[in-house]
C-alpha cells in the first residue's frame, strides 16, 4: 500500500468516529462522475438511493456542486421534489452535514450523517479538514505523459508486454522504463497498484 493510499484509509476511520450512520464521499468530480467513490450509510438507503438514481436528483449534491463550503442538512434550501431528504430519515439518517472544496471542475463532496442530535460546529469543523485533506491526498496524476498511459493500457491488456512493445515499435526494455516511469508519478509501488489507481484517475 501506496503511502498517500495509507493517508487515504486513516482520513476514512477517522471520518467514521465522526459520522455514527455513515458517510459519503466523491473525490474530484469531474463531468458528473467522481474519481473515487465510497459510501458507508445504510445499506438498504443505499439500494433505495442506487435504484431510484437519487443522485441525479439529490439537492445535498446539487448544493456541494454549487458552493465550496460546509452547512448543515437541515440549512439547505433547494426544492427536493422526490421527498430524498425525507426518505433518508426513514433510514436512520436524521441529521446531517455536507462539506464541499476544491474548484467546480474537479470538486469534492463528503455527506455525514448521524441519527441523534445536529452535528456541532466542531464536529463539522473536523469533517471540512479531513475534506480537504482527502482533496489534496487524492489528486489526480495529470503530469502522465501519452506514453505512460499508453504503457499503462498494454500492461492492463491481455498481451504479453514483449507482443505489446513489438506492436507500438518499441523494446520490451523501453516499454518496462514507460511503466516505471508511470509507476512513479502515482506513487505506486506497483504496477498493479498503479493501474488500479489509473482507473480510478480514468486515465485509462
Same mark, same amino acid.
Given at each position: 500500500?501506496?503511502?498517500?493510499?495509507?493517508?487515504?484509509?486513516?482520513?476514512?476511520?477517522?471520518?467514521?468516529?465522526?459520522?455514527?450512520?455513515?458517510?459519503?464521499?466523491?473525490?474530484?468530480?469531474?463531468?458528473?462522475?467522481?474519481?473515487?467513490?465510497?459510501?458507508?450509510?445504510?445499506?438498504?438507503?443505499?439500494?433505495?438511493?442506487?435504484?431510484?438514481?437519487?443522485?441525479?436528483?439529490?439537492?445535498?449534491?446539487?448544493?456541494?456542486?454549487?458552493?465550496?463550503?460546509?452547512?448543515?442538512?437541515?440549512?439547505?434550501?433547494?426544492?427536493?421534489?422526490?421527498?430524498?431528504?425525507?426518505?433518508?430519515?426513514?433510514?436512520?439518517?436524521?441529521?446531517?452535514?455536507?462539506?464541499?472544496?476544491?474548484?467546480?471542475?474537479?470538486?469534492?463532496?463528503?455527506?455525514?450523517?448521524?441519527?441523534?442530535?445536529?452535528?456541532?460546529?466542531?464536529?463539522?469543523?473536523?469533517?471540512?479538514?479531513?475534506? @480537504?485533506?482527502?482533496?489534496?491526498?487524492?489528486?489526480?496524476?495529470?503530469?502522465?505523459?501519452?506514453?505512460?498511459?499508453?504503457?499503462?493500457?498494454?500492461?492492463?491488456?491481455?498481451?504479453?508486454?514483449?507482443?505489446?512493445?513489438?506492436?507500438?515499435?518499441?523494446?520490451? @526494455?523501453?516499454?518496462?522504463?514507460?511503466?516505471?516511469?508511470?509507476?512513479?508519478?502515482?506513487?505506486?509501488?506497483?504496477?498493479?497498484?498503479?493501474?488500479?489507481?489509473?482507473?480510478?484517475?480514468?486515465?485509462?
Amino acid at each position: 500500500m501506496t503511502e498517500r493510499r495509507r493517508l487515504m484509509v486513516t482520513l476514512m476511520q477517522r471520518l467514521s468516529t465522526v459520522a455514527p450512520m455513515g458517510y459519503g464521499i466523491g473525490l474530484h468530480i469531474r463531468f458528473a462522475q467522481p474519481m473515487y467513490y465510497r459510501n458507508t450509510f445504510p445499506q438498504a438507503w443505499q439500494d433505495t438511493y442506487n435504484s431510484n438514481s437519487y443522485q441525479l436528483r439529490d439537492p445535498l449534491i446539487f448544493w456541494g456542486i454549487a458552493n465550496s463550503g460546509r452547512t448543515r442538512w437541515s440549512e439547505i434550501s433547494l426544492p427536493d421534489p422526490f421527498g430524498i431528504l425525507d426518505k433518508a430519515k426513514a433510514h436512520g439518517l436524521t441529521y446531517g452535514a455536507t462539506t464541499s472544496c476544491g474548484k467546480v471542475t474537479s470538486r469534492t463532496l463528503v455527506g455525514v450523517a448521524r441519527d441523534d442530535r445536529e452535528f456541532t460546529d466542531a464536529e463539522i469543523d473536523v469533517v471540512a479538514e479531513i475534506t @480537504d485533506a482527502l482533496h489534496e491526498t487524492a489528486m489526480p496524476a495529470d503530469d502522465l505523459t501519452p506514453s505512460m498511459i499508453e504503457a499503462l493500457r498494454l500492461a492492463d491488456g491481455q498481451q504479453p508486454m514483449a507482443d505489446a512493445a513489438a506492436d507500438i515499435g518499441i523494446s520490451e @526494455d523501453v516499454l518496462h522504463k514507460r511503466l516505471s516511469s508511470a509507476r512513479s508519478r502515482l506513487g505506486a509501488s506497483t504496477t498493479a497498484e498503479a493501474l488500479r489507481m489509473a482507473r480510478e484517475y480514468r486515465l485509462i
